[in-house]
């Protein structure tokens, strides 16, 4: 099998790439005919599956036709977006996926603009053609104008244009539904015929560089990447030409080649393959590994600078050590230095406290970080996410990002005077027959704590999404704070009824009877603007006399359910959230009430 074509799948979240590439494996027979197989099974992370995105690039081949198709299945959402840009280094071609209902998006945009800078050759997949709003020849003229917007050269311009059901396995050449085959070759035999063989060179010395890393208790960090000249061997002894310019030699442990799902132990590989390699403990996205004595380094990698900014300490509440095993600073430290071994965009720096500063693209890449560790019997607090500001010129900046939202026409209003709040520049807003799109430039700043806020104001019909554009001038102070101020629990015990009944109209509860609660937590949202102590454990004064009117069984509102999102979103810079593998509980810094006042006072003076 000596045909090799390397193609990368992008596309903007929720699209349907990763259910094409689950149909690309299982129709061409790269699976056993009695081999068990699950729904995305490219999703192999149970957060992923849950989700429905696509977090980490995965990596796998199929054979068809005496050719290995190398694919690489891309992140679509944005804070992940580090990585699209470096698989372009590894593939020769793309597939496009676009919703032949939603169309072009701010990740197709995103991830598209990635593509054509790296020279690849697209093809475009409309997806979906099934659902009856599908308008598929309104979403090819989107995909045109957007590569002219784009500017691709008149080659990428020639794109082919295929036509697929991934969720039935089906897909076609032509824009009619009814020539819809139960068949993912029209697809494949686009891959042979358009994409071009990696330009590589067979003959010379080695050159492979890593363009993604992973990480397994028994070899360590494995770099994985594209050869681009010469022939690697198990057990060879090898230079990595390091980032700084300096030049170390190790000894290959592992050689692993991608088919199907699984990752096999390989002995050799050649210029074109798709490979990981391990042997060397600290490999670094962007390096060069090349034959001794002949030490040629590739041009370096791009490695996006995170954006966001947020501190993890040990749980430091009352209910420490209640629900989660895992409560020690070093636990934590561990954990989170073993997450940069695979995670590029990660950084860490211990802070004080026992606590440690994480920066990442996001609020999306932060959260999921979060989720995983509370799933493995982790306890931490964490602050408000905040930006990570720059000096560019003597001007401090901040990250901004393109923000677009697709809603009904009832609620755009609202909407845009809450983002002019919060320093939302609009650049474009469009009418779709009864829904609008509106395009946006805002402060990342602006977007942390706007999620909620929109799906309340849309009544859940908004659909919002964003990219980092660039640094820009820092907007004003105040926006990203909470408007509202908060209820805070003034006493340890057991909420009651009764005293939430009587707290009812001072806001909104965030707890219900019976809930474990801890003096300086959060319980409820105030309906002004300032905090205010309240005592949730209070019982009824039980006398030996009967009321004159008959006691009422007290019924509550339900409580509003915060996600582990939802809390980062809600949270000031005073407060943080308890995580534990059972709960989020919202706090304050400082739990003692007479101490916060008394901060607190102090701070209005200053």
Excluded: W
């Amino acid at each position: 099998m000596n045909e090799i074509r390397n193609i990368a799948i992008i596309a903007h979240v929720d699209h349907g790439k990763t259910t094409l590439v689950d149909k690309l494996l299982s129709m061409s027979g790269t699976f056993r005919e009695n081999e068990e197989v699950a729904e995305r099974v490219m999703d192999s992370n149970d957060i992923e599956r849950e989700r429905g995105i696509t977090i980490l690039a995965k990596t796998t081949a199929i054979n068809y036709k005496g050719t290995r198709i190398n694919i690489l299945d891309t992140p679509g959402h944005a804070d992940f977006g580090g990585e699209v840009e470096r698989i372009m280094n590894m593939v020769d071609g793309v597939l496009l996926v676009v919703d032949a209902y939603e169309g072009t998006m701010p990740q197709t945009r995103f991830v598209l603009k990635k593509a054509l800078e790296a020279g690849v050759t697209p093809i475009v997949v409309v997806n979906k053609v099934d659902k009856p709003s599908a308008r598929v020849s309104e979403v090819v003229d989107e995909v045109l104008d957007l590569f002219i917007e784009l500017g691709a050269d008149e080659e990428q311009l020639e794109f082919p244009v295929l036509y697929a059901s991934a969720l039935n396995g089906t897909s076609s050449v032509d824009a009619d539904i009814s020539t819809q085959k139960e068949t993912m070759d029209p697809i494949l035999d686009a891959i042979l015929e358009h994409i071009p063989a990696p330009k590589v060179e067979l003959e010379g010395g080695l050159q492979f560089q890593p363009a993604l890393l992973d990480y397994n208790d028994f070899v360590g960090r494995i770099g994985i990447g594209r050869v681009t000249r010469g022939t690697i061997k198990l057990n060879e002894m090898v230079s990595c030409v390091r980032r700084d310019g300096s030049i170390k030699q190790f000894r290959i442990a592992k050689l692993f080649g991608f088919l199907g799902l699984k990752r096999i132990e390989i002995t050799e590989a050649k210029a074109g393959d798709i490979i990981g390699i391990a042997g060397l403990p600290d490999i670094e996205v962007g390096e060069t590994v090349c034959t001794v004595g002949m030490e040629e380094a590739l041009p370096l990698l791009r490695i996006d600078e995170p954006t966001l900014q947020m501190t993890f300490g040990t749980n430091s509440s009352p209910f420490v050590g209640r629900e989660g095993k895992i409560v020690t600073a070093r636990k934590i430290e561990e954990r989170l230095f073993k997450e940069t071994e695979k995670d590029v965009s990660l950084k860490i720096e211990p802070n004080d406290n026992e606590s440690f500063l994480v920066s990442g693209r996001g609020e999306l890449h932060l959260s999921i970080l979060i989720e995983n560790m509370r799933r493995e019997g982790f306890e931490l607090e964490v602050s408000k996410p905040r930006v990570i500001k720059k000096e560019i010129d003597g001007v401090m900046c901040e990250p901004y990002e393109e923000l677009q939202i697709d809603l009904p026409d009832e609620y755009v209003g609202s909407v845009i005077e809450a983002l002019g709040k919060r320093e939302g520049t609009m650049e474009n807003m469009v009418n779709h027959g009864g829904t609008v799109r509106l395009l946006y430039t805002i402060p990342s700043r602006g977007l942390i704590g706007f999620t909620t806020e929109f799906m309340t104001m849309t009544k859940g019909y908004g659909i919002m999404n964003h990219t980092y554009k660039e640094y820009r001038k820092m907007a004003g102070d105040t926006v990203g704070e909470r408007k509202l101020g908060v209820l805070v629990s003034m006493e340890n015990g057991k909420a009651t009824a009764y005293a939430l009944g009587g707290l009812e109209d001072r806001g909104i509860m965030f707890i219900e009877p019976g809930t474990d609660v801890y003096e300086g937590m959060i319980v409820g949202e105030h309906t002004a603007d300032n905090d205010l102590a309240v005592n949730v454990v209070k019982g009824k004064n039980l006398t030996n006399t009967r009321s004159s009117s008959k006691d009422h069984t007290v019924v509550l509102k339900r409580p509003r359910i915060m996600s582990l999102e939802a809390c980062l979103d809600y949270i000031n810079s005073d407060e943080l959230v308890e995580v534990t593998p059972q709960s989020f509980r919202l706090r304050k810094k400082i739990l003692n009430t007479n101490e916060r006042k008394k901060f607190d006072a102090k701070k209005m003076r200053n």
